[in-house]
């Protein structure tokens, strides 16, 4: 990468912290110049682009493992992260190193410094904007062969659809973020699927919403696109526990074959068999067992819930909950609710995290005993002692709770990402 960085990687990191100011803004615009002045790196790689409003990261992960099972030098660009940033950025397996991430970040904002001198004050490049065109360079110069790239928000205007992709995938669809994509799932999926590109393959996952469907439909006809329907499961062993993966397996199964053409059996069940996926249905620790899973809205407490009776088997459940205010929590709690024996109401360290106190309101509303610990680590600690070491903990609710309970609690009160 060309030498010791510009910045080291806790600057890299603050730098794209304070493009927080900075906001959320719609546009390819400014991604396409800003690659424009970095060479273009996205031409120099074949991509598969993942979009959807849950699953995306999960499937991300297994279709890269899946082509690089098959002998291809593979990356994967993910979002959001849990802790740092560079764990966004994957080549055959691996988080890029701080040194070629903080480098490519500081190249990134002395080109993002060209950009936005012929843009107005209110126009500049975005934090999300930065951080995928780091990505991107950061692929294109690993030399990858291809790679899988996550969708941010929506599709239409994320800063991932500058990709010159030959196969998009959509998990599924469900009502999110409407302010910005629109109040039905026809909406939310029209912005989804504008990553389509003409005579290209559309992948779906299994059991798609009807009108999301529909939608699918009729942007492959328009754009003469192959629709492939993935099946609920593929019949291979993985390591990854929960339903849901199963099916986001096979949705990524049914992705890289799209682009490969036939698969080696072999080279699947490998990828099955080895494939984890952090945050989602992930056990963390034993006596009593600890889950974590990234669950942060109705459809992602459904997948979680549905998984859950089996995993159980009885056993007590006691649930740390956190949620942000823009979720609509009182869903997400009336599906968990039932399953669990308590729950301990906590924050995180985003602003937007909604009180313990409303969240224990809604569990006392549902009938579910409840109590609040307002820090992350002294919840799941909390948790585990009312599940016992014959019970299970999970910790859920937003992927923002998660990073509180990874990452250090001396950095806790670090500012979190709003991507």
Not at 93 to 107: G, H, I, L, N, T
Not at 306 to 323: E, K, N, T, Y
Not at 348 to 377: F, H, K, Q, Y
Request: glycine share 8%; aromatic share 4%; charged share 25%.
């Amino acid at each position: 990468m060309g030498g010791a960085p510009a910045m080291s990687y806790p600057e890299a990191e603050r730098a794209l912290l304070d493009l927080e100011l900075f906001g959320m803004r719609f546009g390819l615009d400014r991604m396409r110049r800003l690659l424009t002045v970095l060479g273009s790196p996205q031409e120099r790689f074949r991509a598969i682009h993942v979009v959807g409003s849950n699953g995306k990261s999960s499937t991300t992960r297994l279709a890269a493992a899946i082509l690089r099972r098959h002998g291809l030098r593979t990356g994967a660009y993910l979002s959001p992260h849990l802790v740092a940033f560079r764990e966004r950025v994957r080549v055959d397996d691996e988080d890029v190193s701080e040194a070629a991430f903080a480098d490519a970040v500081a190249r990134v904002l002395a080109a993002a410094e060209k950009v936005d001198r012929t843009n107005g004050p209110d126009d500049r490049v975005t934090q999300f904007e930065a951080v995928t065109a780091a990505g991107l360079l950061l692929l294109a110069e690993a030399e990858v062969q291809v790679a899988v790239v996550e969708a941010g928000l929506g599709g239409r205007f994320d800063a991932t659809n500058v990709l010159p992709t030959s196969v998009a995938v959509c998990t599924n669809v469900g009502l999110e973020h409407t302010r910005w994509l629109g109040p039905t799932i026809r909406d939310v999926a029209s912005e989804k699927l504008a990553v389509v590109r003409d005579g290209s393959t559309l992948v779906v996952g299994h059991g798609l919403h009807p009108d999301a469907l529909e939608v699918a439909e009729r942007v492959c006809r328009e754009r003469r696109a192959r629709l492939v329907q993935a099946p609920e499961d593929v019949g291979v062993e993985l390591v990854a526990q929960g339903a849901f993966q199963r099916r986001n397996f096979a949705t990524a199964h049914a992705a890289v074959g799209a682009l490969l053409g036939e698969l080696d059996d072999a080279a699947v069940r490998a990828a099955a068999a080895a494939t984890l996926v952090p945050g989602r249905f992930e056990e963390v620790d034993h006596d009593p067992i600890t889950i974590v899973d990234g669950a942060h809205n109705p459809a992602g407490v459904e997948a979680l819930a549905d998984s859950l009776p089996s995993f159980l088997a009885g056993r007590r459940l006691v649930a740390v909950v956190s949620v942000l205010d823009d979720k609509d929590a009182a869903t997400m709690l009336a599906t968990l609710a039932p399953l669990c024996d308590h729950i301990v109401c906590t924050s995180n360290a985003n602003p937007r995290t909604l009180s313990p106190a409303t969240l224990l309101t809604e569990c006392e509303r549902l009938g579910v005993a409840a109590s609040i610990e307002p820090d992350p680590r002294r919840a799941l600690e909390r948790a585990r002692e009312l599940a016992g070491p014959g019970g299970v903990a999970l910790a859920t609710g937003s992927l923002y709770l998660l990073a509180d309970l990874r990452r250090p609690a001396t950095h806790r009160d670090q500012r979190a990402s709003r991507l």
